[in-house]
């Protein structure tokens, strides 16, 4: 089955401008996370959604940073004013949200480039 | 939340079995110990999952001793293409609760 997709692949954007990152989990999974992963380094926890709302966004650097989930599905997130420092990749995450044995299946990740 | 700390580095050569371990000291009763695997510009892959004593699937084998507080990840006989960044995640999905990503460790498979 299809798994979880994300676009765009690739962004390249100039400092200030806001951009914003689409994540289609797989269909069912209620559960759907966002991490950054800047060069080199380990996965960052930004926003976790338990359907369409969102139990923990203690992860958001700054109120930069925002995401949205609509209908149990696809997941929206924004960065404005947009910064150097926000350059890594994105990856999008989804689960079936279950007690205890939850799995994340990760999408390929959008790889944002801020000059 | 459950803080992992793992080797940052480990180098092994083709044939090998490697071990992997990852402490967890502050895990939780509910807390389950899981396994991913990242390579270069991939998002993470699940590998195995535990919660106690030994799991084995066809990818690899998870060893928890009784108090939790550590795992270790056991890849047979490797190969080069397991060259990557290998994660322990503990964690429970439930409202609140944060699953925590450790900093990986980047295994080198040699020839």
């Known amino acids: 089955g299809a798994g979880v997709s994300q676009s765009p692949s690739n962004k390249v954007t100039e400092k200030g401008k806001d951009v914003e990152l689409r994540c289609d989990p797989i269909s069912g999974h209620t559960a759907l996370y966002w991490y950054r992963q800047r060069l080199g380094q380990g996965l960052e926890f930004l926003i976790y959604f338990q359907g369409n709302s969102a139990p923990d966004k203690s992860g958001l650097p700054s109120d930069r940073f925002s995401a949205e989930r609509t209908g149990e599905s696809v997941s929206t997130l924004t960065i404005q004013r947009t910064q150097q420092e926000d350059s890594a990749v994105y990856l999008c995450?989804?689960?079936?949200?279950?007690?205890?044995?939850?799995?994340?299946?990760f999408g390929p990740g959008t790889r944002l480039t801020v000059l | 939340l459950a803080k992992t700390t793992q080797p940052i580095s480990m180098d092994s050569y083709e044939g090998q079995e490697v071990n992997i371990t990852c402490s967890h000291n502050n895990i939780a009763t509910n807390d389950y110990i899981t396994w991913y695997q990242q390579f270069p510009s991939q998002g993470p892959r699940f590998i195995i999952q535990?919660?106690?004593t030994k799991v084995t699937n066809e990818v690899a084998s998870l060893f928890i001793p009784a108090d939790r507080k550590s795992s270790t990840l056991s890849l047979p006989r490797v190969s080069l293409s397991d060259t990557a960044v290998y994660y322990c995640l503990v964690g429970f999905n439930n409202a609140g609760n944060m699953l925590t990503f450790g900093g990986g460790t980047r295994l080198m498979v040699k020839p």
């Open positions: 995450a989804s689960s079936r949200g279950e007690w205890g044995t939850d799995t994340q299946y």
């Open positions: 535990g919660y106690k």
